[in-house]
DNA sequence: TGCCTTTCATGACATCTGTCACCTCACTTT
DNA sequence: AAAGTGAGGTGACAGATGTCATGAAAGGCA
């Protein structure tokens, strides 16, 4: 047999982390040489191991799994990029695939994928969750500034309109203006609802 | 070596199922015996197999975690539940607990604790996450009335009083005084900031 | 029987939110 | 130089939200 396909592993659930682990060790073709809990440790990894294959969450402290593949893609460019995800979000696929990301897998997935799709981008093939693909497609791109974005997140926080203005410097008149633009551009009918929807497309 | 103690698994990721099932697998004296997406099925296949130990996520379709600790506790008393979840919820550890469960581990621990965690409930020990235990005894009980955690589920999902007043059949000044009440207990200052303490404790 | 607790309801009030028309100021573009 | 363009702001208004005092009806229990 050839040499085993490298790869290292970014998940910050350490118990999630260690199973995935084992799961790809019982492959005979594959070997994880390193593990990571977040983005920057596994950047560190990967400068070290320049392995073939990145398996990576999207949500974790530090670097998002998106940031680092953006990060492998312009400085290791031999290592292919696997996300690896619970979220269906047709903005995290957007961005996954922007940021040179080779496979989109959901962890909703039969875990015999995940070996799969590891082969598969490691010789040079894109793997993309099909349904999500066509989500993706016919939900159109984020419509949302940065401004609507940071206002949006902070009211789904909780946030008053004043505080809002307070910590961005900004008047209350106008966090309320680019609230209710958000809130019109997703078709809710307030504030809440509007953080919902943009939470669940990936826009958030 | 005795017989192995026998596993059943319950998890709705399919991939993180399936890494589990690998990780328990690892271990010379544990058998992953049967596995399931819901509790529903979880339920159905403890039936038939009579395991040793139970190892369930909470959030699951058709029926949680606690839901299934609860019933496993009534009909199958041999079978001890080990509850395995992503979140440090001091509400979701006391209603684990008051359903029969004797081991509350969380998804960020490392992968080691789980085999350790099975054999020790196996033997007839609790394991509790040391810090939830800490954090739960503090944090006091659930101080929301039935009606208090429908509304504010409901406002958190960002609907209007009026449209929340008609889902109940309640008039819109009794949803406004209920979400009062709800805001107070909590400390928050309005309904979104509510909602999300309360999810934070578990007990929405 | 009387007392207590829950649940639901009103009305009144102050404040917060969402919407809209219109304005300023600093940049690009042409 | 004139005409956009985009970020940010103002003021006004209707409607939604949060608070409080008060009260009716129903069940538990001592």
Chains 1, 2 share one sequence.
């Not at 995935?20 to 400068?47: F, K, M, Q, W, Y």
């Not at 015999?112 to 159109?140: F, K, N, T, Y």
């Amino acid at each position: 047999m050839t040499k085993k396909i490298q790869v290292v592993l970014a998940e910050d659930q350490a118990m999630v982390r260690g199973a995935l682990a084992a799961l790809l060790e019982t492959e005979p073709d594959i070997a994880v040489c390193a593990s990571a809990a977040n983005g920057r440790d596994a950047l560190a990894a990967i400068a070290k191991q320049k392995p073939d294959v990145l398996v990576t969450d999207i949500e974790m402290p530090e670097m998002t799994g998106l940031t680092l593949a953006g990060e492998v893609q312009s400085h290791f460019p031999q290592t292919r990029v696997v996300i690896l995800t619970t979220f269906a979000r047709p903005g995290y696929l957007r961005r996954a695939l922007d940021s040179g990301a080779k496979g989109y897998l959901l962890k909703d997935r039969p875990s015999a994928e995940l070996a799969d799709a590891v082969r598969r981008v490691h010789q040079g093939m894109r793997v993309i969750d099909p349904d999500l693909a066509a989500e993706a497609w016919d939900s159109g791109p984020d419509p949302l500034t940065d401004r609507e974005r940071q206002i949006l997140w902070r009211a789904g926080e909780g946030k008053s309109s004043a505080e809002i203005a307070d910590e961005l410097h900004l008047s209350e008149g106008t966090v309320r203006n680019y609230l209710s633009e958000a809130i019109s551009k997703l078709g809710a009918s307030n504030r809440v609802e509007a953080a919902r929807i943009a939470r669940a497309k990936g826009w958030l």
